[in-house]
């Protein structure tokens, strides 16, 4: 018999806010993370972390159940919650799995956070932030921050409770997200803004563009075949004047790396995707060291080709068209009785077949009298004059 929790207390999801970002804020109240409430609750029984899949994309009727009845939420508000109520594969969200339990690391708004707080409400995570293309926020128009403000650390955020209310703190250093005074500011925030509406067209189209941006930015991900002598993926060359080089520290999936890349990298890969695709006629000439023809070669293996079908040879009989069954009768009577073959009767029986080969092969190279050529009328004066010889030569003799 399953035993049903409710919490005394339970925090209201916002309606721009991430399911785990609820979870997060709802679990901190009780100085927990959301995987330790979720076991709580019975829904998680074992030590394993919870990933994105099931926490945020598509969570399972158990944890929606478990979670709604527990903070006495409405199963179709926390499913709404879900981004698989959306039309986008999880393909297509930043998963912002972090390295330790309980975090985020996922890249955020430290002005909308700053926000949260001067309007006394919780920091919360919202789900454009999850989005692939959101690379800078449309409201501050800043690019989002991956690593702390304070320590620089990129291990991700956790939710705690400071000063009544909950806030996203730095998971090495502790101290609270907000904004820096006197923070150095981008100035690419206008080219990648720009980028990201022109992906984000592309990701809403219903046609087969979606499917080639995944698949391009994959094959910028993509080591290249063994035999071109280069181990570098093809996504340290879209913009070449920065000389980045990816590094097994990003952890980054090639076969999702919009999902997985930190920011920095997933702005590189985006910006190479607009251009090889030519999104909205931002092709960067002169930007691009690589082509997307070149970009398939040196990293698609090579398509196998059809299995061409061999010529057959043609045999020593079609050389000699024209025999009837008759003559090829003939031609073995000739071969059995020639004194080439009753010589080597009794002997091996390889010497023999050597001997019918060798005999065989002689008769059917000669062509057979239809095939051969006309005699001329100096050959049929000749062959007769051969014939007649002894006559003539008794009768001038007379």
Not at 28 to 48: E, K, N
Not at 137 to 154: G, I, T, Y
Not at 165 to 177: D, M, Q
Not at 197 to 216: F, K, P
Request: proline fraction near 7%; charged fraction near 25%; hydrophobic fraction near 40%.
């Amino acid at each position: 018999m399953t035993v049903r929790r409710e919490l005394p207390l339970a925090p209201r999801p916002e309606d721009d806010e991430l399911l785990s970002s609820w979870q997060g804020r709802v679990a901190c109240r009780y100085d927990l993370i959301h995987d330790d409430l979720s076991r709580w609750l019975g829904v998680l029984r074992d030590d394993r972390c919870v990933r994105f899949t099931e926490r945020d994309f598509a969570p399972s009727a158990e944890m929606v159940q478990a979670w709604a009845a527990a903070c006495r939420l409405s199963e179709k508000r926390m499913r709404a919650l879900a981004l698989s109520s959306r039309s986008r594969s999880r393909s297509w969200y930043v998963w912002g799995e972090g390295r330790v339990a309980g975090a985020f690391r996922r890249p955020v708004c430290l002005a909308c956070l700053d926000d949260d707080a001067a309007a006394g409400r919780d920091h919360h995570i919202r789900r454009t932030w999850a989005l692939v293309e959101t690379v800078v926020c449309s409201r501050h128009h800043r690019v989002l921050d991956e690593a702390c403000p304070h320590c620089l650390d990129s291990s991700g955020f956790r939710f705690v409770v400071h000063e009544a209310a909950a806030r996203l703190a730095c998971i090495r250093c502790g101290r609270i997200a907000r904004t820096m005074p006197q923070e150095r500011r981008g100035g690419s925030a206008d080219l990648f803004a720009a980028v990201s509406t022109l992906v984000a067209a592309g990701i809403e189209d219903q046609s087969a563009v979606r499917d080639r941006m995944l698949h391009v930015a994959r094959l910028l991900w993509k080591p290249p075949r063994p035999r071109t002598g280069r181990r570098t993926p093809f996504v340290a060359d879209v913009v070449p004047d920065l000389r980045l080089t990816p590094t097994a520290q990003a952890g980054v999936d090639p076969g999702e790396p919009l999902a997985t890349a930190p920011i920095g990298w997933r702005m590189v890969t985006l910006l190479g995707v607009a251009a090889l695709l030519d999104l909205g006629n931002s092709s960067m000439r002169g930007r691009l060291a690589l082509t997307l023809d070149q970009l398939v070669a040196w990293t698609e293996e090579p398509r196998p080709r059809p299995k061409e079908r061999p010529v057959p040879m043609a045999s020593s009989c079609a050389k000699t068209p024209g025999r009837s069954d008759a003559d090829y009768l003939a031609l073995a009577r000739s071969i059995l009785a020639s004194e080439e073959w009753r010589a080597v009767q009794g002997q091996d029986p390889r010497t023999q077949r050597r001997i019918l080969n060798t005999l065989s092969n002689k008769a059917l190279a000669r062509r057979p009298e239809a095939d051969a050529p006309a005699p001329s009328a100096v050959r049929l004066a000749a062959k007769r004059g051969a014939a007649q010889g002894p006559a003539h030569s008794d009768t001038r003799a007379a």
